[in-house]
């Protein structure tokens, strides 16, 4: 998806999330960093039913403006532009096997090479807090310190990137891993890559997904 138009973009992943099964009704939220502040879909509203119009400006400060209330997940999404000033948006989503594996507030350890992705060694889950409030955001970047993407215990997962487009394929990503973890568990506690043979892995996603420079023909 393009990102000339964010707010377009915005309302093109929501879709696109939810019609994947990335996440259900109105219970995610997705924004783009806006300057200082941001831009985030509002609260309570379908996304079917919601136009471009309808996103909600966020400034630096928290404060929103226009008619619409923003998402009330909007703290989440500001704090982690805040803290990461590489964050060019960020995806909220209750996906069912990430939810699953937060209701039960366990992470996703190295058991697959590809949980590298979010940035680190793991994918942890942040402690519980109630939606919407400050210690929710407080325990998310204590879980995000050193990664892209987290799971909220009793609540979802959280992902951000540098555009929009990463952001939503990350959180794929870490539904994906969350998904192959259960299935794994259901034989017995997967084995674990030890930290050397993750290190390797980290190193070598360094170059992961970048496109091969044209004109000496390298990554």
Known sequence: MSDDDPRAAILAACRAMNAS??????????????????????????????TPEMIVPVDAEGRPSGPLKPSSEWRMHLEIYRAHPEAGAVVH????????????????????????????????????????????????????????????????????????????????????????????????????LDEAQMAEVLDAFVEYGRQPDRESGTA
């Open 21 to 50: 099964g990335l996440n259900q009704g109105t219970s995610g939220n997705v924004s783009v960093r806006d300057g200082a502040g941001m831009i985030i879909t509002p609260s309570g509203v379908p996304y079917d039913e919601t």
């Open 93 to 192: 989503v209750h996906s069912p096997y990430a939810t699953a594996l937060s209701c039960h507030r366990r992470g996703i350890g190295a058991f697959h090479y590809m949980v590298a992705v979010a940035g680190g060694t793991d994918i942890r889950c942040a402690d519980y807090a109630t939606f919407g409030t400050q210690a929710l955001s407080e325990a998310m970047l204590a879980a995000l310190e050193g990664r892209r993407a987290c799971l909220l215990a009793n609540h979802g997962q959280i992902a951000f990137g540098p555009t929009l487009d990463k952001a939503l394929w990350l959180a794929g990503e870490v539904e994906t891993l969350a998904r192959q973890y259960i299935l794994a568990a259901a034989l017995g506690e997967p084995a674990k």
